[in-house]
């Protein structure tokens, strides 16, 4: 015999889950191992719902002939009443369907479907659509309030996206939403409105690890099992993220908890009390304590399961930059201005902290002329410090309390980072904003299962190994940049980035290679790598550095930083994510600039005012991001980009860092709208003045595109480069020697390149003759044969004359694979002497191939026996 059933006290998810396991085991019999919950006793006698399938009671179960019992939403045997003695038993089956986290005394099946979603009825639901089992009406909408009773409609921060698949699945299966909302309403009655004035006027509010717990307090004298749904009454009536209900009852008390910060588990917090659940809904009885007893148990269990919140490590920025004390006021104005700093720790001798300098002090001493005066002259004595531990609390009482503008963070009297106001206003606001969101504060956010879903095999097993290689040689990894972004946006991008923290990034990337069978390419002076795997891909390899620019537009000059401060030096906020690799953190995500909010209100912005004087591309560059996302370049920056275009801020930017951008701007799919996007922002009269653009020049570089991707989708075997016919394009209205101009100045070098634009002219000629008398098809290869497939494909968006445009597309799709039958040496054994007359036969026999005036290799042979008669008078021949 095989049974189904659950825990005592039986919910809606238990009912769903034991009706769902019924369509998988249908000699199975169903029957509840104790009591019901009041609501689900209500709904069942009131008749509110039809039961789909009989449920038989535990004694008319024969225990010795049970075989196989199947367990839905629980694994612990003591919750079994009548059936714990088969759990473990000879000859009986176990097989187990549960949601709710691991504990050490989980009964051991032969089969297990354990996963932590919202419900068990989540689980059992997606089985059967796997499984493609129809369900009926009834069946479907039981297991649709399985899931709304226990992720509270879809709500509760336990909701996974497995729970919104299911109940998709249901929804489809015919599930009806109205029954379920009425079989989930819950009214208040006269007690439950006494009971809940009684637990909000015993509401007491603890601070446990920076997270705020309130514990409130009731007496009744017989407890009822639904008294949990008072629990969310109260936390949503008052706000709370963490809620510890003690109910007082007989001869036990009993706690419900509800939790919605990743800072209290509350799950753990009961079983530490002998009781269970999830780390956002548990509960527990304790038996034979005073309420006073319970409370007390109940705060201890909540200290030792607390996770602290942020502390100073987690903020700070570090390597700290520092100034000794002997640097003058003159050289403190400088360093300042390079890492864009506005306070700084001094040092002694011995690295030893003994003042901070502020930039305020330092601009007023040298306005004064004390500029050759030192540090230790003028900072400050009195001055705030902090520990690697502090707690928010901490840092923002001694910062907002006491005024302090830097706080250096000390590890065994070691300054070992810092604190500004911006770091912590910042961690105060993303507080204030998920307060406002109603969701506590958040766990961090992992894309480990991202990582799995939209990577190969291959890569998401070259990040865990260079997370594993990290953590041995005691350094963080990170993957940083495009590929996190895009990881995000859910686009391609194979093209990942490391960033090495606490360590050298050349030394990781050998001891990567050297575990890979790989190459190691090292740049020393940028402390960065690039690992060349055995088949051909590369990995880019950084360490965490700082950036500075001695001018504007200048190469930067590069210093071993933070991961903070080196993904502060990148150009848009979008950019600025990462993720660990390293395996006890593998695939957390870390925004310290608000890269998520970006994404998510699809803006591109810049992290501060002198970004585009650093670095005056990323103004094409933010150009390049906004259409390709499709998002918005933010009003401020949009306001920096046409300040700076009044500046010609490109002038003393070096060519080639323009050309690459330009390069990969018109290398896009969307490189029309980017090019329109330049004009409007004045940036393509930066590029060359006499660059003209309008509404028959954007047609025109559209065709441009469009001709490199017919192009591309022929899989021709010359490959055109499409960035170069879009060129060719844009720069139309230059002469040659403007062209050649703006080519010397972008720095364009390299053989293929440079013969394609030489080969313009020669181009511009044969489509004046091609859209003139010419229309031979001999004619037109003549013409085009030696001109590089992308001038060609620029002529084709250029020519207006229709005949002109057909001869264009037929010399790409057609003239240039015609082939003769015949070859030399076919020709001189029919009688023609080596030397210039083979190639002059050869090049008419092609002629007339092409011309359609010969079709065969016989007629070939008969055109050159001529040939060969007339003593090779090709003219008369013809």
Not at 399 to 407: F, I, Q, S, Y
């Amino acid at each position: 015999m095989e049974v189904i059933t659950s825990h005592t006290n039986a919910d809606f998810d238990t009912l769903a889950s034991m009706v769902g396991a019924r369509k998988l085991y249908p000699e199975a019999r169903l029957v509840f191992s104790g009591s019901l919950e009041k609501g689900l006793k209500d709904a069942i006698d009131k008749k509110k719902i039809e039961l789909p399938c009989k449920f038989d009671k535990a004694r008319e179960i024969d225990l010795d002939k049970v075989t196989r019992i199947i367990l839905v939403d629980v694994r612990q045997a003591g919750r079994l009443g009548v059936f714990n003695g088969l759990v473990g038993k000879a000859g009986v089956d176990v097989h187990v369907y549960d949601h709710h986290p691991s504990t050490a005394g989980d009964v051991r099946a032969s089969f297990e479907a354990i996963e932590p979603c919202g419900s068990t009825s989540t689980i059992i639901s997606l089985i059967l659509r796997d499984r493609k089992m129809a369900l009926t009406s009834d069946e479907a909408t039981i297991l649709m309030a399985g899931i709304y009773e226990d992720t509270g409609f879809l709500s509760y921060p336990s909701t996974t996206p497995r729970d919104f698949e299911a109940a998709s699945f249901l929804l489809s299966s015919g599930a009806d939403l109205s029954k379920v909302s009425d079989l989930l309403r819950k009214e208040l009655t006269p007690e439950d409105v006494s009971l809940l004035n009684e637990f909000l006027h015993s509401e007491a509010r603890y601070t446990i690890g920076g997270v705020e717990v309130v514990i409130v307090e009731g007496y009744l004298e017989r407890y009822a099992a639904d008294i949990s749904a008072l629990a969310h009454r109260i936390r949503d009536i008052e706000g709370m993220d963490c809620l510890f209900m003690l109910v007082d009852s007989e001869d036990r008390v009993h706690m419900i908890a509800r939790s919605r910060t990743a800072h209290v588990d509350v799950g753990k917090v009961a079983r530490a009390v002998g009781g269970g659940g999830h780390a956002h809904a548990a509960s527990a009885t304790l038996k034979g304590v005073t309420l006073i007893e319970a409370k007390e148990r109940l705060l201890e269990a909540i200290r030792e399961s607390v996770v602290p919140q942020r502390t100073a490590a987690e903020i700070m920025s570090f390597p700290p930059i520092v100034f000794p004390a002997a640097l003058t006021l003159n050289e403190a104005m400088e360093q300042m201005r390079r890492y864009n700093i506005n306070a700084a720790p001094v040092v002694d001798n011995g690295a030893s902290v003994i003042g901070v300098i502020t930039r305020q002090v330092v601009d007023k001493a040298v306005y004064h002329g004390l500029g050759r005066s030192t540090v230790s002259d003028y900072m400050t004595t009195e001055y705030e410090t902090v520990s690697h531990g502090s707690s928010i609390d901490e840092i923002r009482a001694k910062v907002m309390g006491r005024g302090a503008r830097l706080l250096p963070v000390l590890k065994d009297r070691k300054l070992v980072g810092v604190i500004t106001r911006t770091d912590l206003i910042k961690i105060l606001q993303e507080g204030l904003r998920e307060a406002a969101e109603g969701i506590g504060a958040r766990k961090p956010h992992s894309l480990s299962r991202l990582i799995k879903e939209r990577l190969p095999g291959w890569a998401a097993g070259l990040l865990k190994e260079a997370g594993e290689v990290a953590e041995g040689l005691g350094v963080n990894a990170y993957a940083v940049g495009g590929f996190v972004r895009d990881l995000l946006l859910r686009r391609e991008n194979l093209d990942m980035d490391i960033v090495i923290e606490g360590g050298d990034g050349i030394a990781f990337a050998n001891e990567l290679a050297a575990r890979r069978g790989a190459r190691v390419r090292a740049h020393r002076r940028f402390r960065t790598a690039v690992v060349i795997l055995p088949d051909g891909y590369k990995l880019d390899v950084a360490t965490a550095r700082l950036e500075y620019y001695e001018k504007p537009g200048a190469l930067p000059t590069v210093e071993v930083s933070s991961l903070k401060l080196d993904l502060y030096r990148r150009d848009f906020a979008i950019n600025t994510l990462a993720v660990a690799l390293n395996p006890r953190r593998f695939g957390e995500l870390i925004d310290f600039f608000g890269a998520q909010r970006d994404i998510k209100e699809k803006a591109v912005r810049v992290l501060h005012n002198l970004s585009f004087v650093e670095d005056p591309t990323r103004m094409l560059r933010a150009v390049r991001f906004s259409e390709k996302f499709g998002f918005r370049i933010s009003k401020h920056t949009l306001h920096l980009i046409k300040n700076y275009v009044k500046l010609d801020v490109f002038k003393d930017l070096s060519g080639p860092r323009l050309f690459d951008e330009l390069r990969n701007m018109l290398g896009e799919e969307v490189s029309v709208k980017c090019v329109g996007r330049l004009h409007e922002l004045g940036l393509l009269k930066l590029i060359h003045g006499s660059i003209t653009y309008d509404v028959e020049r954007e047609a025109f570089i559209e065709r441009a595109r469009e001709a490199a991707v017919w192009h591309r989708l022929l899989y021709a075997k010359d490959g055109a480069e499409g960035w170069v016919v879009i060129f060719l394009a844009l720069t139309d209205t230059l002469n040659d020697e403007e062209l050649n101009g703006l080519l010397k100045r972008l720095g364009v070098e390299g053989k293929k390149p440079m013969e394609i634009f030489a080969s313009r002219a020669d181009g511009l000629d044969a489509l004046r003759r091609i859209s003139g008398a010419v229309r031979k098809n001999s004619e037109v290869y003549g013409l085009l044969r030696d001109l590089p497939m992308e001038v060609v494909l620029y002529l084709l968006a250029k020519a207006e004359d229709e005949g002109a445009k057909k001869a264009l597309a037929s010399h790409v799709t057609k003239l240039r694979y015609v082939e003769t039958a015949l070859n030399g040496d076919d020709l001189k054994s029919m009688g023609i002497e080596e030397g210039p007359r083979v190639g002059e036969a050869l090049r008419l026999l092609l002629d007339k191939r092409l011309d359609g005036e010969i079709t065969t290799r016989e007629e070939e042979e008969v055109f050159v026996r001529g040939y060969a008669k007339a003593g090779g008078r090709g003219a008369e021949v013809l």
